[in-house]
């Protein structure tokens, strides 16, 4: 199949040249998507979805034009070719629209397990019923489960253009997650966990049940404290959170429109030493991780907050142009039907040294944060957050009482900037991950 689909693509490279552009650049995807849920033993839903198309894009003149399809037969190929030279003639030109040649090597990665093909639906169901039960055996206050699921993708990526790029490769992923509810007094508390990686055989189940059922029936009997500054912890799961503020703020894109909290402030001191972020795009093992990105251009490691100093913006092939830079590999495409944004790929917060049992024993009072919400209201721009949170009191370096109702506001510089100790508990959740992080002091509104 992939042969097919490299001669598709090149047919259609072909195509567009023989028909007027001066560039062209074909990107073929095939997928197929497996989820199970499980609820009390019986499976609640099955998906099984299957995916493929082409998205074209042209280059004539300065202008781009982009069409797309899922029909691959000759009549449909030969339409959006004839669409997207049409589109061009629609869009602005501009200096900076240009397309990637071959740019080296390519890393060689192990993104594709058998297992993950070769066990049956029927195993795999038994992996989420094997959640659920390990969740229920945990505690007897876990009352009710929200989900207990196992998931899978396998895909195949063929990207063409006229500028001597034929270039593949196939991957797969998979991963189980759980959603329960503890209940205690009247009181109703949840708690999830999440794993996703490239081998079947690293699923652990069992572990997966039993941390959400911990997290659950850890939070039950909450309350609000009183409004204070203390110093605040982050658990791997909000760290990460935040990241997703961050991530828009390193983009080049945003940061060329002005529209970053990080514009203009490379070279400069941006958070507490403590603090390296870093977007990896072939790191072995990561879910998001390529040998190329959706140009075409070899991925590879970037280093964009070293020690607090900010080193650099992640780049596709425009945004690189216009800065006189090269692109970083970071032109992210989330199907066929879209053109490669700048994005990133497996992004994370650098590991400390320091064991996170030991960022909480001498800490008097403090509150480890385990759960916020409303992290979507926060503005990548500005940097400023508003979030309800929940947690554990820290009380003379021991967890104490679960907490909720409170909430922590600020902005992302100073809380980057009042970082005072990062743990060596690096956790991905998906494709972005943090170890524990320690917060030299912040406002916890509550009652």
Not at 142 to 147: D, F, L, N, V
Request: aromatic share 8%.
């Amino acid at each position: 199949m992939v042969s097919s689909f490299a001669q598709l693509a090149k047919q259609v490279v072909d195509m567009a040249q023989g028909l007027g552009a001066s560039h062209s650049e074909a990107y073929l995807i095939k997928s197929k998507d497996l989820s199970i849920d499980v609820r009390e033993g019986f499976v609640e839903t099955l998906k099984l979805a299957e995916d493929r198309g082409l998205g074209l894009r042209v280059f004539r003149g300065g202008r781009i034009g982009f069409a797309f399809t899922s029909d691959l037969g000759d009549t449909a190929i030969d339409e959006i070719v004839r669409q997207a030279l049409a589109n061009s003639e629609k869009t602005s030109p501009d200096e900076f629209n240009i397309m990637p040649g071959p740019g080296g090597p390519y890393n060689e990665l192990d993104l594709f397990d058998p297992r993950i093909q070769q066990v049956s639906v029927d195993e795999k169901i038994d992996i989420a019923r094997r959640i659920e039960k390990s969740a229920a055996g945990f505690d007897k206050r876990i009352t009710i489960t929200e989900r207990s699921s196992y998931f899978d993708a396998e895909y195949e990526v063929i990207l063409a253009n006229s500028l001597g790029i034929m270039t593949s490769y196939q991957g797969a992923y998979c991963g189980c997650y759980a959603d329960l509810v503890a209940e205690e007094d009247g009181d109703s508390q949840t708690g999830f966990a999440l794993k996703i990686g490239l081998k079947f055989n690293d699923l652990d189940p069992e572990k997966i049940g039993q941390e959400a059922a911990q997290k659950a029936v850890r939070k039950l009997g909450a309350k609000s404290i009183n409004t204070q500054k203390a110093v605040i912890v982050f658990d791997p799961y909000i760290g990460t959170s935040f990241l997703g503020i961050i991530a828009p703020a390193l983009s080049a894109e945003a940061a060329q429109k002005g529209k970053s909290l990080f514009a203009g402030k490379v070279g400069q001191k941006v958070s507490s030493d403590k603090i390296t972020i870093t977007d990896h795009g072939s790191m072995p093992g990561g879910i998001a991780s390529s040998p190329f990105d959706g140009e075409g251009v070899p991925t590879g490691k970037t280093v964009l907050i070293r020690n607090g100093e900010l080193r650099g913006y992640l780049h596709n092939t425009y945004t690189a142009a216009k800065d006189k830079v090269w692109s970083t590999g970071n032109g992210i495409r989330n199907s066929f039907k879209s053109t490669p944004e700048v994005g990133t790929t497996n992004f994370y917060i650098e590991p400390g040294i320091t064991d996170p049992d030991d960022m909480i024993k001498d800490i008097t009072s403090g509150l480890y944060v385990t759960d916020v919400m409303g992290m979507h209201t926060a503005n990548p721009i500005s940097g400023d957050f508003s979030v309800g949170a929940s947690g554990i009191w820290i009380e003379n370096g021991k967890f104490t009482k679960p907490v909720r109702g409170v909430a922590i506001a600020g902005n992302i510089l100073d809380l980057l900037n009042e970082v005072e100790e990062v743990g060596s508990d690096l956790t991905f959740f998906g494709a972005k991950g943090s170890p524990t992080i320690r917060i030299s002091k912040m406002m916890i509104s509550g009652s």
